[in-house]
C-alpha cells in the first residue's frame, strides 16, 4: 500500500430483465485488493433504466457521506455520462475511473480508464502519477496474490433489486489473450498510425481483452487456480447454475481441469467456455477424452460465445481474427456434431455467439453472402440478437484507427444510434456505403418493433433488395 488510505466507491450496473453473460467478479476482486490494501472500499450495484440510474445516483450523492468524501469512484464498463456530472459537482477532487472498458465517446478529460488488469487498476488508484507499465500476472487468479473478492453489494435504485448481480458467475483463467497476429502487419491496416503501440498491435482488431501482460501459466497453476475459485464459489453458492471459464483459449488446460473435478467429486456443474475457432478445429485437441471426462464428472460444455464474428472474408480479415469463413462453417459444423454425438455433454444453448454483422466497410457483398450463410447454417442456434450487431469502436482498439484513416468517425451521434447499448458509450461511425445504410436502418427498425431472428433477416433480405435497386449515391 501506498501511504494513503482511499475511500473508494466503486460501481457496477444491472439491467433488469436482461440476461448478462459477464459476471462481475473482476470488479469483486479489485474491490478485495483494495482492503486487502488497506483501504476502504465498497461496492454498489446500480439499476440502469432510461430514467432511474441518474436519479437513484443523485440520490445516493446526497444522502450518503461517503459518497461527499470518497476519493475515487471506480465504475465497471459502462458509465452514463450524467453520473460523471453528478458527481464531479458533489465531489469535484474525486478521481473517477472506469474499469474494464474503453474510453468512452466524448468522455471528459478527467476520466480515467483502465481496459484490463485488476492490478493496473489498483496501481492506477494508488499512484495516479505513477507512468511506469505494470506487469500483469498471466493469470488472473495467482496463488501469490491475495484471493479475497468482495461479495455484498450496497443496491441503489429500485431496479437493481438486492445482493448480487444477477451475472453469470466467471472462474478467471488467464489475463491476457494468447492470439498475437500483428496487426500492423496485416495488409487491410496499411498506413494506419498504431503509435508502435503493443496494446494496439496484436491480436483482434475490435477487441478490448487484449492486453501487453503474459498469457503464460503452467496447467498446473492453471488448474489450481480455477479450483480455487471454484471451491470458494460453492461454498457460497451451491448450485451455481452455468459458470463461465473465462479463458481466451480454455481448451488447453480442459482436459486436465475436468480430470480434476472428477478426482474432486465436483458434479453436475455447467462450464461456459469460448475458445477460438481454430482452436476448436485444433488437431491437437482430444475430443474423445474430453467428452469421457465430462460425463464422469456429469459436466455440461456450453459453447456459448465463440467468436464466429462474420461470415465474409474481407470483413474477417479487418478484424484481424486470423480465421477464414472456411473455418467459421467448419467450427460451426464440428459443433453441431458435437451435441448430436454427446447431448448429454455438450450444449451451445445460450446463443451468444460473438457476431458482427455491419462494420462501416461493410458492402452489400458482404449482406447477401452473410444473409445466404446465416440462413443455409441455422445460425439463430448459435446466436439471437442479430440486428444489435454492429461493430463498436474505442480509441483503443485497432479497427478505431482503421476508421479514422477512412475518414468514416462522426463527430456526433447519428439519429437512432443508441450509444453503447449496454457497454460504454462507442464512438459512432458512418458507413462507407450509403447503400448499406440504408440496410442497416431497415434491420434496426424491425429490431425496435420487436423482430426475432427470421424477421431480421428477412428485413435484411428486403432491405437488400431495396438497396440494390437504388442508384449509388454520387
Ligand atoms: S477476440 Fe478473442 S481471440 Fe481475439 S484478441 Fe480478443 S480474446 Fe483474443
Not at 44 to 67: N, Q
Not at 240 to 252: K, N, Q, T, V, Y
Not at 275 to 296: C, F, K
Amino acid at each position: 500500500m501506498t501511504g494513503r488510505r482511499l475511500k473508494v466507491a466503486l460501481f457496477e450496473a444491472a439491467a433488469p430483465g436482461r440476461g448478462d453473460v459477464f459476471g462481475s467478479e473482476r470488479l469483486s476482486l479489485l474491490a478485495g485488493d483494495l482492503r486487502a490494501g488497506g483501504h476502504r472500499a465498497s461496492v454498489h450495484v446500480l439499476g440502469l433504466g432510461p430514467t432511474t440510474e441518474a436519479v437513484s445516483f443523485s440520490r445516493w450523492l446526497a444522502a450518503d457521506p461517503f459518497a461527499r468524501r470518497c476519493d475515487a469512484v471506480v465504475f465497471y464498463r459502462t458509465v452514463p455520462p450524467e453520473l460523471l456530472e453528478a458527481l464531479r459537482r458533489v465531489n469535484p477532487s474525486c478521481r473517477v475511473l472506469l474499469f474494464e472498458s474503453g474510453r468512452p465517446f466524448k468522455a471528459p478529460a478527467w476520466l480515467e480508464t483502465v481496459p484490463s488488469g485488476r492490478l493496473a487498476a489498483l496501481r492506477r488508484l494508488e499512484r495516479p502519477r505513477s507512468a511506469a507499465p505494470i506487469p500483469e500476472p498471466a493469470l488472473y487468479v495467482p496463488a501469490d496474490l491475495p484471493f479475497s473478492p468482495v461479495l455484498e453489494r450496497v443496491s441503489i435504485g429500485r431496479s437493481s433489486g438486492s445482493g448480487r448481480r444477477a451475472g453469470v458467475p466467471e472462474l478467471l483463467g488467464r489475463l491476457g489473450c494468447p492470439y498475437r497476429k500483428s496487426v500492423g502487419l496485416n495488409p487491410a491496416f496499411r498506413g494506419v498510425k498504431l503509435g508502435g503501440r503493443v496494446f494496439l498491435d496484436r491480436g483482434c482488431s475490435m477487441c478490448l481483452f487484449r492486453t501487453a501482460g503474459g498469457s503464460r501459466a503452467s496447467e498446473a497453476d492453471w488448474t489450481g487456480s480455477i479450483l480455487r475459485q471454484l471451491r470458494w464459489l460453492l461454498r457460497l453458492r451451491p448450485a451455481p447454475g452455468r459458470l463461465r471459464l473465462c479463458d481466451h483459449a480454455p481448451l488447453d488446460f480442459l482436459g486436465p481441469l475436468l480430470s480434476r473435478l472428477r478426482a474432486e467429486g465436483f458434479r453436475g456443474l455447467t462450464l461456459a467456455v469460448d475458445p477460438r475457432v481454430d482452436q476448436l478445429l485444433s488437431r491437437r485437441v482430444d475430443w474423445a477424452g474430453l467428452t469421457r471426462e465430462a460425463r464422469s464428472s456429469g459436466t455440461r460444455l456450453d459453447f456459448t460465445c465463440v467468436g464466429f464474428e462474420n461470415f465474409s472474408q474481407p470483413e474477417l480479415d479487418r478484424l484481424n481474427k486470423g480465421t477464414t469463413v472456411a473455418q467459421n462453417i467448419a467450427a460451426l459444423r464440428f459443433l453441431r456434431g458435437l451435441r448430436a454425438a454427446a447431448p448429454d455433454v455438450f450444449t451451445h444453448e445460450s446463443a451468444a455467439a460473438g457476431f458482427i454483422l455491419f462494420t462501416p466497410w461493410t458492402t452489400l457483398r458482404d449482406l447477401e453472402t452473410n444473409l445466404r450463410l446465416l440462413r443455409a447454417l441455422d445460425f439463430h442456434e448459435f446466436r439471437r440478437d442479430l440486428a444489435a450487431a454492429r461493430l463498436r469502436l474505442y480509441p483503443e482498439l485497432p479497427v478505431y484507427h482503421l476508421a479514422a484513416r477512412d475518414g468514416l468517425l462522426l463527430d456526433s451521434a447519428p439519429e437512432g444510434w443508441a450509444l453503447g447499448s449496454g457497454y460504454a458509450a462507442d464512438h459512432p461511425w458512418r458507413f462507407a456505403s450509403g447503400r448499406t445504410e440504408a440496410a442497416y436502418a431497415a434491420v434496426r427498425r424491425t429490431a425496435e418493433a420487436g423482430g426475432r431472428f427470421g424477421d431480421d433477416l428477412a428485413a435484411l433480405e428486403l432491405a437488400l433488395r431495396q438497396a440494390r435497386a437504388r442508384r449509388p449515391a454520387a
